[in-house]
């Protein structure tokens, strides 16, 4: 049985956080200074906390927390899914708000008709929604172009 994990980053880090949601990962962002309060939210809900934060490492916390040594988006998502032994599913991706961080819904097509693009209603069969937000995802580009990106960077996708 797979370990869920699921990860609190800083702000600063906020294009690994959507980077991990597209990968199917429950990720917080900390919207304040990280430090105490982030945490605690990290303890109280069981989170791995990934921070730029060099000073981080230094206070009292028994949870894990993730020094992050890189500054570009792909060797950060790389240093991420090597530390934590993460392995990447298709079917996985693309199934969390990127925005939001909730998990997203499968809708009907005449649902969606008057919040999309006409061109994407005429030619998407599946659309996802975000129960809070209200956000509408389906299969387009950003799909394809996130799997280049992965395979371009060496992570792999089973």
Not at 7 to 28: C, E, P
Not at 107 to 113: F, G, K, L, Q
Not at 117 to 137: D, K
Request: net charge positive; hydrophobic share 40%.
């Amino acid at each position: 049985m797979s370990v869920c994990r699921k990860f609190i980053t800083d702000a600063t880090l906020r294009n690994l956080a959507k980077w991990l949601r597209l990968l199917g990962y429950d990720t917080k962002v900390f919207p304040g200074k990280a430090g105490r309060e982030m945490l605690r939210i990290a303890q109280s809900e069981d989170r791995i906390v990934l921070t730029r934060r060099a000073d981080m490492v230094e206070r009292q916390f028994s949870g894990l927390l993730y020094l992050l040594p890189h500054s570009d988006i792909a060797s950060q998502l790389t240093a991420v899914i090597n530390k934590f032994s993460i392995k990447i599913e298709k079917q996985k991706m693309f199934t969390i708000c990127l925005k939001c961080n909730k998990r997203l819904q499968s809708v009907a097509p005449e649902d969606v008709r008057d919040m999309v693009p006409v061109y994407v209603f005429e030619h998407c069969v599946n659309f996802n929604q975000c129960p809070v937000c209200g956000n509408i995802y389906w299969e387009g580009t950003h799909r394809r172009n996130s799997l280049q990106f992965l395979q371009k960077n060496k992570i792999k996708v089973n």
